[in-house]
T-cell receptor, first 112, second 117 residues
Framework: QKEVEQNSGPLSVPEGAIASLNCTYS??????FFWYRQYSGKSPELIMS????GDKEDGRFTAQLNKASQYVSLLIRDSQPSDSATYLC????????????FGAGTRLTVKP | GAVVSQHPSWVICKSGTSVKIECRSL??????MFWYRQFPKQSLMLMAT?????????EQGVEKDKFLINHASLTLSTLTVTSAHPEDSSFYIC?????????????FGPGTRLTVL
């Protein structure tokens, strides 16, 4: 079982729609969760971090965390063509157990 | 804040030569930096964790004698690919954490694209 799994996509949504990206993780003691956006040929840039169960909103982005289900998601409202990129879910392990693990990423295309 | 730079941004070298890549935290001190490799259309693969003043911790399957890591200061880590071969051609990305705990947010450098002929 992969440590961090994401829908491989590609995911295509029309401009203005809501894009929903999902991620599950295997390590129950994970405590920190991140969403990164990576444009082709570029390095990842941080979009959101979330540490507690529930929703966290930042502009058009909402991260949702459910530790009981080992599930974290990212919603992008009013999707724009500039949101077209690969979105990486990253999970930090429990205390003292090392560093983040990344999912394979979900490729999102927002069509004008 | 939390800016990480890498140098060079791209490099082309001949097979058998060594290449050094620098990773710098510009506006913060980073006790821990990470080195990743990414092949086309694949996700990030962690190569090693670099801790200031101590030996790097390598992931399973990564040759520590081939990928030399030096974290000599709180703002600089270097990755040297020794005796590079075409299969080492990849996108190398470093990241740094602003806090002293490894699960703090990682900020990524812009990456270095290595092509070995």
């Amino acid at each position: 079982q992969k440590e961090v799994e994401q829908n491989s996509g590609p995911l295509s949504v029309p401009e203005g729609a809501i894009a929903s990206l999902n991620c599950t993780y295997s390590d129950r003691v994970s405590q920190s969760f991140f969403w990164y956006r990576q444009y082709s040929g570029k390095s990842p840039e941080l979009i959101m971090s979330i540490y507690s169960n529930g929703d966290k909103e930042d502009g058009r982005f909402t991260a949702q965390l459910n530790k009981a289900s080992q599930y974290v998601s990212l919603l992008i409202r009013d999707s724009q063509p500039s949101d077209s990129a690969t979105y990486l879910c990253a999970v930090g392990p429990g205390p003292g157990r090392g560093d983040m693990r990344f999912g394979a990423g979900t490729r999102l295309t927002v069509k004008p | 804040g939390a800016v990480v730079s890498q140098h060079p941004s791209w490099v082309i070298c001949k097979s058998g030569t060594s290449v050094k890549i620098e990773c710098r935290s510009l506006d913060f001190q980073a006790t821990t930096m990470f080195w990743y490799r990414q092949f086309p259309k694949q996700s990030l693969m962690l190569m090693a964790t670099s801790n200031e003043g101590s030996k790097a911790t390598y992931e399973q399957g990564v040759e520590k004698d081939k990928f030399l890591i030096n974290h000599a200061s709180l703002t600089l880590s270097t990755l040297t690919v020794t005796s590079a071969h075409p299969e080492d051609s990849s996108f190398y990305i470093c990241s740094a954490v602003t806090g002293g705990y490894s699960t703090d947010t990682q900020y990524f450098g812009p990456g270095t694209r290595l092509t070995v002929l």
